[in-house]
């Protein structure tokens, strides 16, 4: 079992939509949590972080964590076809002297 | 001009032979790492280095070695190079405050034929 387990897709959705993209984890040491978005032939970009469980948000972004259930979500609201790219979640283990570890990524379109 | 530059940006190769990926950033942080990404299995970590005297092996270091030429430059080389490190390689940095930000560069697309 992979500690970081996220589902590949493709995810194809309409402008305009709520975008729900999801990882989940088999470590409760994992402390920080970071999503990362990776547009086609470029290297990934931190969107967004948190080290809690509760919501974090940015703008159309919204980062979720819960520790309880080892499950963490990416929300983006009224998406737009620039949104169109690769989300990949990444963990820090506690202790784990900022070493990533990174889902396999999502790959989401949005289409007009 | 880029923080996180990578050289070369693709390459084509033939089995066994040694080449040499480098890296090199503007951004003053003491932090450089090597991943490779492959469909299916995203992100793995192959080396990483804290500082220019310091290295450290990731999670898939065998084939690979590394060298850290100056806080500003790290390399990575294949010594005998197979088909199945055909892969995209990236180069990221980071800093000691913020170190669960990583910059990366924009990558090297590699060919073992």
């Known amino acids: 079992q992979k500690e970081v387990e996220q589902d590949p897709g493709p995810l194809s959705v309409p402008e305009g939509a709520i975008v729900s993209l999801n990882c989940t984890y088999s470590?409760?040491?994992?402390?920080?949590f970071m999503w990362y978005r990776q547009y086609s032939r470029k290297g990934p970009e931190l969107l967004m972080y948190t080290y809690s469980s509760g919501n974090k948000e940015d703008g159309r972004f919204t980062a979720q964590v819960d520790k309880s259930s080892k499950y963490i979500s990416l929300f983006i609201r009224d998406s737009q076809p620039s949104d169109s790219a690769t989300y990949l979640c990444?963990?820090?283990?506690?202790?784990?002297?900022?070493?990533?570890?990174f889902g396999t990524g999502t790959q989401l379109k949005v289409e007009l | 001009d880029a923080d996180v530059t990578q050289t070369p940006r693709n390459r084509i190769t033939k089995t066994g032979k040694r080449i040499m990926l480098e890296c090199s950033q503007t951004?003053?942080?003491?932090?450089m790492y090597w991943y490779r990404q492959d469909p299916g299995l995203g992100l793995r970590l192959i080396y990483y280095s804290f500082d220019v005297k310091d290295i450290n092996k990731g999670e898939i270091s065998d084939g690979y070695s590394v060298s850290r030429q100056a806080q500003a430059k790290f390399s990575l080389s294949l010594e005998s190079a197979i088909p199945n490190q055909t892969a995209l390689y990236f180069c990221?940095?980071?800093?000691?405050?913020?170190?669960?930000?990583?910059?990366f560069g924009p990558g090297t697309r590699l060919l073992v034929l």
């Open positions: 951004k003053g942080h003491d932090r």
């Open positions: 470590n409760s040491a994992f402390q920080y």
């Open positions: 990444a963990l820090i283990l506690t202790g784990g002297g900022n070493k990533l570890t």
């Open positions: 990221a940095t980071s800093d000691f405050l913020g170190g669960e930000t990583q910059y």
